[in-house]
């Protein structure tokens, strides 16, 4: 029998269900959700960076280049890493903030 | 055209979060022979049609990306005259013994402009591709996983795009393919390099952040085999970050996905041949879109913002 967890984005109140073997991330792409970036879906990009507000969760190895060991223990992490064993509140810290309107290479002309 | 001077792309070495989990998908998933371990617990592949000993390299690290990418050249004296040239250039050069990659010669290894390292080097151990030098018969490839051709080139992001363009035309003897222009019709955004006479063998886009990857293709046979490695993507859930489609630059056709630590591969079939007497092609700001994505006629955000 298949398992949910509900997850809850602070900012916009949105939630939605996600089974407990997929990532938080690919829970919210699944249903063509949107509110976090997606970017690797695999803990190297740094793009789909959470706070954890409330709940528990699993979670794989994700890049030191974008997510210290301090706030991988105070619950900032990397959306597509982490898999929910209880319903979730999150924030959303990560922003593309190098995508091609924000890139600052794109900015200095 | 004589093939002198740098022939093609060699190896990448590529740093990865979870070396075991890794080897495990390299092999399974796209199909790489593994070609054993080093001192430093670095695994190495090649594909299987490649004769040289590797290709990629996979290095247990804490943040994922690329370490260096090498060329092959011709032969020792073509490599020692490259460093002389590097060095006359003004670009300080670093010999690695050979041995210190498995079956690799020595390498002479130096930084570009946008902040990559390269290596360049004329040996590398010819294992072959199991079909033997006389009488062979063919490959046809089969067997699990993706197990593309070759590891075909690299498209790397940094800030000083005209400097590492320069050296790598000026120095080693590159050609520009295509390239696409800024909105002030002038600074070039992305440019597509060739050593050889494939559409490209390097390509680079200016980028705020130093040394990184974009993405590491291999070759596949056919728009079919492209087809292929997307449903073998999906069966074993690969994120896939654009494609199945093609690209208006090159016209190959393409799958953009990302490994285990999230370093976007490619594997991509087709895309013209390239001779030095041919006249660069520029795209324009307004049609990067269909200069990149030829389908959807306009870049995801993950094109200009998500690297390793």
Same mark, same amino acid.
């Given at each position: 029998?298949a398992s949910?967890?509900?997850?809850?984005?602070?900012?916009?109140?949105?939630?939605?269900?996600?089974?407990?073997?997929?990532?938080?991330?690919?829970?919210?792409?699944?249903?063509?959700?949107?509110?976090? $970036?997606?970017?690797?879906?695999?803990?190297?990009?740094?793009?789909?960076?959470?706070?954890?507000?409330?709940?528990?969760?699993?979670?794989?190895?994700?890049?030191?280049?974008?997510?210290?060991?301090?706030?991988?223990?105070?619950?900032?992490?990397?959306?597509?890493c982490?898999?929910?064993?209880?319903?979730?509140?999150?924030?959303?810290? %990560?922003?593309?903030?190098?995508?091609?309107?924000h890139? $600052?290479?794109?900015?200095?002309? | 055209?004589?093939m002198?001077?740098?022939?093609?792309?060699?190896?990448?070495?590529?740093?990865?979060?979870?070396?075991?989990?890794?080897?495990?998908?390299?092999?399974?998933?796209? %199909?790489?022979?593994?070609?054993? !371990?080093?001192?430093?617990?670095?695994?190495?592949?090649?594909?299987?049609?490649?004769?040289?000993?590797?290709?990629?390299?996979? !290095?247990?690290?804490?943040?994922?990306?690329?370490?260096?990418?090498? /060329?092959?050249?011709?032969?020792?004296?073509?490599?020692?005259?490259?460093?002389?040239?590097?060095n006359?250039?003004?670009?300080?050069?670093?010999?690695?013994?050979?041995?210190?990659?498995?079956?690799t010669?020595?390498?002479?290894?130096?930084?570009?402009?946008?902040?990559h390292?390269?290596?360049?080097?004329?040996?590398?151990?010819?294992?072959g591709?199991?079909?033997?030098?006389?009488?062979?018969?063919?490959?046809?490839?089969?067997?699990?996983?993706?197990?593309?051709?070759?590891m075909?080139?690299?498209?790397?992001?940094?800030?000083?795009l005209?400097?590492?363009?320069?050296?790598f035309?000026?120095?080693?003897?590159?050609?520009?393919?295509?390239?696409?222009?800024?909105?002030? %019709?002038?600074?070039?955004?992305?440019?597509?390099?060739?050593?050889?006479?494939?559409?490209?063998?390097?390509?680079?886009?200016?980028?705020?952040e130093?040394?990184?990857?974009?993405?590491?293709? /291999?070759?596949?046979?056919?728009?079919?085999?492209?087809?292929?490695?997307?449903?073998?993507?999906?069966?074993?859930?690969?994120?896939?970050?654009?494609?199945?489609?093609?690209?208006?630059?090159?016209?190959?056709?393409?799958?953009?996905?990302?490994?285990p630590?999230?370093?976007?591969?490619?594997?991509?079939?087709?895309?013209?041949?390239?001779?030095?007497?041919?006249?660069?092609?520029?795209?324009?700001?307004?049609?990067v879109?269909?200069?990149?994505f030829?389908?959807?006629?306009?870049?995801?955000?993950?094109?200009? %913002?998500?690297?390793?």
């Open positions: 029998m949910y967890r509900t997850i809850t984005i602070a900012e916009t109140c949105e939630s939605y269900r996600c089974l407990q073997e997929r990532s938080v991330l690919e829970g919210m792409e699944a249903l063509g959700r949107k509110g976090i $970036p997606v970017g690797c879906r695999r803990g190297g990009c740094g793009v789909c960076k959470v706070q954890v507000i409330e709940g528990q969760f699993t979670k794989r190895v994700m890049s030191r280049a974008h997510v210290s060991a301090e706030e991988e223990a105070s619950g900032c992490v990397l959306s597509c982490i898999r929910p064993s209880s319903d979730l509140r999150l924030r959303i810290v %990560g922003a593309m903030k190098k995508n091609v309107c890139s $600052p290479a794109m900015a200095a002309l | 055209m004589a002198t001077g740098v022939l093609r792309p060699g190896h990448a070495q590529l740093r990865v979060l979870d070396l075991e989990e890794s080897v495990k998908w390299y092999t399974d998933v796209m %199909g790489l022979v593994p070609m054993g !371990r080093d001192k430093q617990g670095r695994a190495y592949f090649k594909t299987r049609a490649e004769r040289d000993h590797n290709s990629i390299i996979l !290095r247990q690290a804490d943040q994922a990306g690329i370490d260096f990418f090498a /060329f092959k050249v011709l032969d020792k004296t073509t490599l020692e005259d490259f460093d002389r040239k590097l006359a250039y003004g670009v300080k050069t670093e010999r690695i013994p050979a041995g210190e990659l498995l079956g010669g020595e390498r002479v290894r130096f930084k570009i402009p946008t902040g390292t390269i290596e360049l080097y004329a040996e590398k151990k010819d294992v591709n199991g079909m033997g030098y006389n009488d062979p018969e063919v490959d046809v490839l089969s067997g699990p996983g993706i197990r593309p051709i070759r075909d080139h690299a498209l790397l992001y940094g800030a000083d005209d400097g590492s363009t320069k050296l035309t000026e120095v080693l003897g590159f050609t520009l393919v295509e390239r696409v222009k800024m909105e002030d %019709g002038k600074t070039d955004l992305a440019v597509w390099l060739t050593c050889s006479a494939k559409a490209h063998d390097l390509a680079m886009v200016r980028h705020a130093d040394d990184k990857l974009h993405h590491v293709s /291999f070759q596949l046979q056919s728009w079919e085999g492209v087809l292929r490695a997307a449903d073998i993507m999906s069966i074993n859930r690969v994120s896939i970050d654009m494609g199945p489609t093609r690209h208006g630059i090159t016209q190959g056709t393409t799958i953009y996905f990302f490994e630590s999230g370093n976007r591969l490619e594997t991509f079939s087709g895309g013209y041949d390239h001779y030095p007497d041919m006249h660069p092609i520029t795209w324009s700001w307004e049609e879109g269909r200069s990149i030829y389908h959807d006629r306009k870049l995801n955000d993950a094109f200009l %913002g998500v690297v390793t």
